[in-house]
């Protein structure tokens, strides 16, 4: 993959951005983040947007520019919201941040770009097979990846599970809340895992979010016959899997 391109990664609390090296993964430019204005209702974010952008340095004006939302995004549309006001539900979200900004964009979820940059820049890359990224953050996002090629919207993370909507009990929001230990918490990890194990038997599982840099506390309890590793980008992943499908160049397998 050559070139630079921009990635744009939008949150429940805040909003991402930087210019990235399409060939390596790195970071060209400083990453901006904005706070997500309160309510997260598409007139602040995408105004939030517009600023952030402008605030890139060095943004060459035909650049391609890729942004990642928390919701089920099909053909431009979003049809869910995580963490952002419902008022996104049905709009062409695409289409309003392409006004917003004067310029075309590649818009997706938030878990596909991140599972995406694995792909082309981690974990994932050169994985012959079915490789599953998992996002532990406010919720569960989730991404398939065949030989690099991504299939796009899977919401695992609403798996409902002993009757709960698994991410209310198993995302990092959850531990956090109910102040659950890491022993309690990779109990429920252990369902949501083995259960994605039986009805996927996928190749690998990559386990992204900020919690993933404590891998070693939870990863090790977990029984599975999938390998199972740590996302290498963690905070940065929903910006280089943006800039990423902007330009989608993954090589295919030899
Ligand atoms: C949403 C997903 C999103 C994930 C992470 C889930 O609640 O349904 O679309 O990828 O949160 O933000």
């Known amino acids: 993959m050559s070139g630079t391109a921009v990635g ?17 993964g790195a970071l060209l430019s400083d990453r901006i983040k904005i706070p997500t204005p309160k309510g997260g209702k598409p007139d ?21 520019v890729g942004v990642c939302f928390p919701a089920v995004v099909k053909h431009g549309v979003t049809l869910s919201a995580a963490n952002i006001s419902k008022k996104w539900i049905g709009l ?19 878990a596909d770009a991140a599972g995406y940059a694995e792909a082309s820049f ?27 090629v991504l299939v796009p919207n899977a919401e695992f993370g609403h798996l409902e599970i002993d009757g709960h909507d698994i991410e209310t009990r198993a995302s990092n929001a959850a531990r956090e809340r109910e102040n659950l230990g890491w022993a309690e918490w990779a109990e429920r990890l252990q369902k949501f895992y083995g259960a994605l194990e039986r009805y996927l038997s996928p190749d690998l599982f990559i386990v992204g979010g900020g919690v993933s840099k404590q891998h070693d506390e ?3 309890l977990l029984s599975l016959s999938t390998p199972i590793v740590p996302a290498v980008h963690r905070n940065n992943a929903g910006i280089l899997g943006a800039a990423a499908l902007a330009v989608r160049t993954i090589p295919p397998l030899s």
């Open 8 to 24: 744009i990664d939008i949150g429940g609390t805040g909003i991402k951005g930087a210019i990235v090296d399409l060939a390596t």
């Open 44 to 64: 602040g974010i995408l105004a939030t947007t517009v600023e952030l952008l402008n605030r890139l340095e060095g943004l060459e004006p035909d650049a391609p």
């Open 92 to 110: 062409h979200a695409e289409e309003l941040f392409e006004q917003a900004l004067g310029r075309d964009i590649t818009f997706a979820n938030d």
């Open 122 to 148: 981690g974990a994932a890359r050169g994985v012959d097979g079915v490789a599953i990224m998992t996002t532990l953050g406010t919720g569960i996002g989730t991404a398939i990846l065949h030989n690099g």
């Open 218 to 220: 939870f990863i090790p």
